[in-house]
T-cell receptor, first 116, second 111 residues
């Protein structure tokens, strides 16, 4: 019962490098999202998707791109990494059909990213 | 704009005490509220989910309450143990299905 799987768990990048954080879920959830967690702050929404082919920006989208070609996968791309993007990144999924307002969100184990 | 606040930011208590963690939110139009636990360097573990129509939920030594009208939720931990030491986060789900998070309460249970 995999749930939400994020890879990698840890990553160190040099400023200006690009990379993709992977997120996959096996619960057939339409709604998927990416958050970043910084010390002393709540998780902040980067991007989200309500289904394959549909993505939208959250609270802090700058410097990140997403795409949603399948229901299962929702990768997050850093185009040109900056030290300000050093953070812990979480991917989440949840059911978004009828009755979705009552459902809980499921989270991956996180990716710790350091940009030097 | 929904804002979620958790006070205190940190709490240290002796083992065995009962304790209450607080979560407040500014917009009462929520669908549900979820409490999470996060151990250092680890991911998020869902503890309790309270629907907007519910007043409380219980799981073992944990009890979460919700008062939508006052914009408050509490997480009650009975007979605390050193293994309860972690950061506790609350998140509310609003009308756009997005989660808005508090910054968390770091709990230390002293043996």
């Amino acid at each position: 019962n995999a749930g939400v799987t994020q890879t990698p768990k840890f990553q160190v990048l040099k400023t200006g490098q690009s990379m993709t954080l992977q997120c996959a879920q096996d619960m057939n959830h339409e709604y998927m999202s990416w958050y970043r967690q910084d010390p002393g702050m709540g998780l902040r929404l980067i991007h989200y998707s309500v289904g394959a082919g549909i993505t939208d920006q959250g609270e802090v989208p700058n410097g990140y791109n997403v795409s949603r070609s399948t229901t299962e996968d929702f990768p997050l791309r850093l185009l040109s990494a900056a030290p300000s993007q050093t953070s812990v990144y979480f991917c989440a999924s949840s059911y978004s059909g009828k009755g979705a307002q009552t459902t809980e969100a499921f989270f991956g184990q996180g990716t710790r990213l350091t940009v030097v | 704009k929904q804002e979620v606040t958790q006070i205190p930011a940190a709490l240290s208590v002796p083992e065995g005490e009962n304790l209450v963690l607080n979560c407040s939110f500014t917009d009462s139009a929520i669908y549900n509220l979820q409490w999470f636990r996060q151990d250092p360097g680890k991911g998020l573990t869902s503890l309790l989910l309270i629907q907007s129509s519910q007043r409380e939920q219980t799981s073992g030594r944990l009890n979460a309450s919700l008062d939508k009208s006052s914009g408050r939720s509490t997480l009650y931990i009975a007979a605390s143990q050193p293994g309860d030491s972690a950061t506790y986060l609350c998140a509310v789900k609003g009308s756009n299905y997005q989660l808005i998070w508090g910054a968390g309460t770091k709990l230390i249970i002293k043996p």
